[in-house]
């Protein structure tokens, strides 16, 4: 597990997107911050959000084949 510190315009879909991979993930990662982080959707500078090293998901996230 690591922790990100953000930067004033980061979003939650870009941060998963970045460091899990897939934007779908937002949901997963959303689910293990605490609750005073959910407020935001575009973040402020310094917030410190925990990413994971995996998630374990049990969501299959749909993908258009041309978005492979």
Request: proline share 4%.
């Amino acid at each position: 597990m690591r922790i990100y510190k953000t930067k004033y315009g980061d979003t939650w879909d870009a941060i998963a997107r970045k460091y899990l991979g897939d934007e779908f993930a937002m949901d997963d990662l959303l689910a293990i911050q605490s609750e005073e982080l959910l407020q935001y959707y575009i973040l402020p500078d310094g917030l410190e959000i925990v990413i994971p090293d995996d998630l374990k998901s049990d969501v299959a996230y749909f993908r258009a084949p041309w978005a492979t």
